[in-house]
């Protein structure tokens, strides 16, 4: 297996396991679903359950995101473009993918009018990384046509992968602790 292979396979693995989070934020709220996903300002009475819509938004944003941004880059990576080009298309809509992602927590918390959690904060500071990254992806490898940034970049992705997973992540293992402790 190559790396690509490699760091492939782990991504879809960190998609899989934020998505086993954002089920297990449902699970662990069963009582509030309805209010999570229906509900409104009026349905946030108390700082537990804003830190709740948070982390609910946080986690549908990173599931819907990252589904979303592997299917466009699929599709990037099958267009019949020159070498540079490609490159260039691809970095700049991971670059426009991880804006509407920050765009997105950001406008789906003022809606709701919940505070940021610091499982957001986390997230949107890791998708700043990215979003970094992809820019900087841009012009080495895009514009430039530099090679040498690739591993750095590869691991950044990772780490920003497994940061978010584990800032999402956090919300159903205390609850599940707390559960666990009470009975």
Same mark, same amino acid.
């Given at each position: 297996?190559?790396?690509?292979?490699?760091?492939?396979?782990?991504?879809?693995?960190?998609?899989?396991?934020?998505?086993?989070?954002?089920?297990?934020?449902?699970?662990?709220s069963y009582q509030k679903v309805n209010r999570l996903v229906f509900g409104g300002k009026s349905d946030i009475n108390s700082e537990r359950d804003a830190f709740l819509h948070s982390?609910?938004?946080? /986690?549908?944003? *990173?599931? !819907? #995101?990252?589904?979303?941004?592997?299917?466009?880059?699929?599709?990037?990576?099958?267009?019949?473009?020159?070498r540079m080009e490609l490159r260039q298309v691809f970095y700049f809509f991971m670059f426009i993918?991880?804006? /509407?992602?920050? *765009?997105? !927590? #950001?406008?789906?918390h003022k809606i709701r009018g919940c505070s940021f959690s610091h499982v957001a904060r986390v997230a949107l500071l890791l998708a700043l990384v990215m979003c970094a990254n992809q820019i900087i992806q841009f012009f080495i490898r895009g514009v430039i046509g530099l090679d040498y940034y690739m591993p750095f970049y590869k691991g950044v992705i990772l780490f920003v992968n497994i940061g978010t997973l584990m800032a999402v992540g956090v919300y159903p293992l205390v609850s599940s602790w707390r559960l666990r402790n009470q009975y």
């Open positions: 297996m190559t790396v690509n292979g490699i760091f492939t396979l782990l991504g879809q693995f960190v998609i899989a396991l934020e998505v086993i989070a954002l089920g297990a934020i449902c699970f662990l982390c609910f938004i946080t /986690a549908v944003s *990173v599931a !819907v #995101f990252h589904v979303s941004t592997s299917t466009i880059r699929e599709m990037i990576l099958g267009l019949d473009l020159e993918m991880e804006m /509407a992602f920050i *765009v997105c !927590v #950001f406008s789906l």
